[in-house]
Protein backbone atom coordinates (compact mmCIF):
# COMPACT_ATOMS: atom_id res chain seq x y z
CA UNK A 1 0.00 0.00 0.00
CA UNK A 2 1.46 3.51 -1.09
CA UNK A 3 2.24 5.72 1.99
CA UNK A 4 -0.13 9.45 1.93
CA UNK A 5 0.14 12.22 3.31
CA UNK A 6 -1.98 15.70 3.19
CA UNK A 7 -0.40 19.46 3.82
CA UNK A 8 -2.32 22.16 3.28
CA UNK A 9 -2.57 25.79 4.34
CA UNK A 10 -5.43 27.46 5.05
CA UNK A 11 -5.88 31.41 6.26
CA UNK A 12 -9.65 31.52 7.40
CA UNK A 13 -9.95 27.31 8.21
CA UNK A 14 -11.52 25.73 5.14
CA UNK A 15 -9.30 24.36 3.80
CA UNK A 16 -8.04 22.71 7.06
CA UNK A 17 -11.15 21.38 7.49
CA UNK A 18 -11.08 19.49 4.18
CA UNK A 19 -7.73 18.72 4.97
CA UNK A 20 -8.56 17.16 7.58
CA UNK A 21 -11.57 15.15 6.52
CA UNK A 22 -9.46 13.89 4.17
CA UNK A 23 -6.71 12.40 6.18
CA UNK A 24 -9.09 10.74 7.65
CA UNK A 25 -11.07 8.91 5.46
CA UNK A 26 -7.49 7.92 3.59
CA UNK A 27 -6.19 6.80 7.15
CA UNK A 28 -3.06 9.30 6.66
CA UNK A 29 -1.24 11.90 8.27
CA UNK A 30 -1.72 15.37 7.86
CA UNK A 31 0.36 18.49 8.36
CA UNK A 32 0.22 22.03 8.19
CA UNK A 33 2.52 23.25 5.10
CA UNK A 34 4.43 25.51 7.84
CA UNK A 35 4.79 22.28 9.97
CA UNK A 36 5.88 20.58 7.32
CA UNK A 37 9.83 19.95 6.03
CA UNK A 38 10.28 19.10 1.96
CA UNK A 39 12.79 16.46 3.20
CA UNK A 40 10.21 14.59 4.55
CA UNK A 41 8.72 14.23 1.13
CA UNK A 42 10.79 11.68 0.05
CA UNK A 43 8.80 9.33 2.93
CA UNK A 44 5.36 9.26 0.84
CA UNK A 45 4.54 8.16 -2.74
CA UNK A 46 1.20 10.26 -2.58
CA UNK A 47 1.33 13.44 -1.37
CA UNK A 48 -2.17 15.52 -0.89
CA UNK A 49 -1.46 19.35 -1.01
CA UNK A 50 -4.82 21.77 -0.53
CA UNK A 51 -4.56 25.78 -0.46
CA UNK A 52 -6.82 28.26 -0.15
CA UNK A 53 -7.67 30.55 -3.41
CA UNK A 54 -6.99 34.39 -2.63
CA UNK A 55 -7.04 36.53 -5.68
CA UNK A 56 -6.86 33.90 -8.15
CA UNK A 57 -3.61 32.40 -6.50
CA UNK A 58 -3.23 29.13 -3.88
CA UNK A 59 -1.96 29.67 -0.44
CA UNK A 60 0.91 27.85 -0.72
CA UNK A 61 1.42 26.78 -4.01
CA UNK A 62 5.40 26.96 -3.57
CA UNK A 63 5.44 23.72 -1.85
CA UNK A 64 4.82 22.13 -5.28
CA UNK A 65 6.69 24.88 -7.63
CA UNK A 66 10.32 24.56 -5.28
CA UNK A 67 10.03 20.89 -4.72
CA UNK A 68 9.37 19.71 -8.11
CA UNK A 69 12.52 17.31 -8.60
CA UNK A 70 11.52 15.06 -5.43
CA UNK A 71 7.93 14.94 -6.07
CA UNK A 72 7.44 14.64 -10.16
CA UNK A 73 8.37 10.91 -9.25
CA UNK A 74 5.44 10.72 -6.67
CA UNK A 75 1.85 11.02 -7.28
CA UNK A 76 0.79 14.39 -6.76
CA UNK A 77 -3.00 15.71 -5.82
CA UNK A 78 -3.34 19.39 -5.42
CA UNK A 79 -7.13 20.56 -4.37
CA UNK A 80 -8.06 24.55 -4.17
CA UNK A 81 -10.22 25.34 -1.67
CA UNK A 82 -12.02 29.11 -2.22
CA UNK A 83 -15.56 30.97 -2.62
CA UNK A 84 -16.14 29.99 -6.33
CA UNK A 85 -18.68 27.17 -6.72
CA UNK A 86 -16.65 24.96 -8.66
CA UNK A 87 -19.51 23.31 -9.94
CA UNK A 88 -19.56 26.68 -12.38
CA UNK A 89 -17.62 25.98 -15.50
CA UNK A 90 -16.21 29.24 -15.85
CA UNK A 91 -14.90 29.35 -12.05
CA UNK A 92 -12.70 26.09 -13.02
CA UNK A 93 -11.35 27.77 -15.99
CA UNK A 94 -10.64 30.73 -14.20
CA UNK A 95 -9.17 29.11 -11.39
CA UNK A 96 -6.62 26.76 -13.90
CA UNK A 97 -5.84 29.58 -15.87
CA UNK A 98 -4.46 31.30 -12.71
CA UNK A 99 -2.51 27.87 -11.58
CA UNK A 100 -1.12 28.00 -15.29
CA UNK A 101 0.47 30.92 -14.68
CA UNK A 102 2.38 29.49 -11.62
CA UNK A 103 2.62 26.03 -12.98
CA UNK A 104 4.56 24.79 -14.85
CA UNK A 105 3.66 22.59 -17.98
CA UNK A 106 5.05 19.71 -16.68
CA UNK A 107 3.56 20.06 -13.39
CA UNK A 108 0.44 20.80 -14.83
CA UNK A 109 0.00 17.47 -16.78
CA UNK A 110 1.59 15.72 -13.93
CA UNK A 111 -1.00 16.35 -11.20
CA UNK A 112 -4.19 15.62 -10.09
CA UNK A 113 -6.30 18.72 -9.26
CA UNK A 114 -9.53 18.94 -7.76
CA UNK A 115 -11.68 22.28 -6.32
CA UNK A 116 -13.73 22.87 -3.62
CA UNK A 117 -15.81 25.21 -2.04
CA UNK A 118 -15.11 26.88 1.44
CA UNK A 119 -16.58 29.87 3.32
CA UNK A 120 -15.74 33.21 4.56
CA UNK A 121 -16.33 35.19 7.72
CA UNK A 122 -15.88 38.57 6.97
CA UNK A 123 -15.18 39.59 10.67
CA UNK A 124 -12.06 37.04 11.25
CA UNK A 125 -10.63 38.56 7.45
CA UNK A 126 -7.49 40.61 7.49
CA UNK A 127 -7.81 43.96 6.34
CA UNK A 128 -6.26 43.54 2.71
CA UNK A 129 -8.86 40.61 2.52
CA UNK A 130 -12.16 42.50 3.56
CA UNK A 131 -10.96 45.84 1.27
CA UNK A 132 -10.75 43.32 -1.70
CA UNK A 133 -14.00 41.60 -0.77
CA UNK A 134 -15.57 45.51 -0.52
CA UNK A 135 -14.24 46.60 -4.04
CA UNK A 136 -15.65 43.68 -5.38
CA UNK A 137 -18.80 44.11 -4.40
CA UNK A 138 -18.71 47.28 -5.24
CA UNK A 139 -18.25 46.62 -8.93
CA UNK A 140 -20.94 43.82 -8.24
CA UNK A 141 -23.58 46.58 -7.27
CA UNK A 142 -22.80 48.62 -10.68
CA UNK A 143 -23.13 45.94 -12.98
CA UNK A 144 -27.19 45.68 -14.51
CA UNK A 145 -29.16 43.45 -12.27
CA UNK A 146 -29.89 41.24 -15.19
CA UNK A 147 -26.14 40.79 -15.76
CA UNK A 148 -25.30 39.00 -12.21
CA UNK A 149 -24.71 35.64 -11.77
CA UNK A 150 -26.45 33.74 -8.92
CA UNK A 151 -23.20 33.53 -7.59
CA UNK A 152 -22.73 37.51 -7.73
CA UNK A 153 -26.33 37.98 -6.42
CA UNK A 154 -25.37 35.18 -3.48
CA UNK A 155 -22.30 37.27 -2.83
CA UNK A 156 -24.73 40.58 -2.29
CA UNK A 157 -26.98 38.76 -0.45
CA UNK A 158 -24.47 37.40 2.45
CA UNK A 159 -21.98 40.12 2.43
CA UNK A 160 -20.75 41.08 5.49
CA UNK A 161 -22.15 37.65 7.49
CA UNK A 162 -20.34 34.27 8.00
CA UNK A 163 -21.11 31.20 4.96
CA UNK A 164 -19.79 27.97 4.81
CA UNK A 165 -20.11 25.94 1.41
CA UNK A 166 -17.85 23.04 3.42
CA UNK A 167 -19.09 20.00 2.59
CA UNK A 168 -17.42 16.76 3.31
CA UNK A 169 -19.49 14.93 0.37
CA UNK A 170 -17.45 16.89 -2.18
CA UNK A 171 -14.25 14.89 -1.56
CA UNK A 172 -15.63 11.43 -2.57
CA UNK A 173 -14.18 12.19 -6.23
CA UNK A 174 -10.78 12.65 -4.76
CA UNK A 175 -11.04 9.90 -2.41
CA UNK A 176 -11.73 7.63 -5.36
CA UNK A 177 -8.84 8.67 -7.57
CA UNK A 178 -6.80 8.68 -4.11
CA UNK A 179 -7.52 4.37 -3.53
CA UNK A 180 -7.07 3.72 -7.74
CA UNK A 181 -3.55 4.85 -6.74
CA UNK A 182 -3.18 2.22 -4.35
Not at 34 to 53: E, T, W
Not at 56 to 71: D, Q, R
Not at 82 to 93: E, Q, R, Y
Not at 110 to 129: E, M, N, P, Q, T
Request: charged share 25%; aromatic share 10%.
Amino acid sequence: MKKKVVIFESKYGSTRCYARWLAEELSCPVFEKRNFKPKDLKAYDVIIYGGGLYAGGVSGISLLTKNWEILSEKEVILFTCGLANPDDPNNVTHIRRGLGKVLSAEIMDSVKIFHLRGGIAYSGLSFVHKAMMFMLRRMLLKKDPSELTSEDRQLLDTYGKQVDFTDRAALEPMINVVKTLE
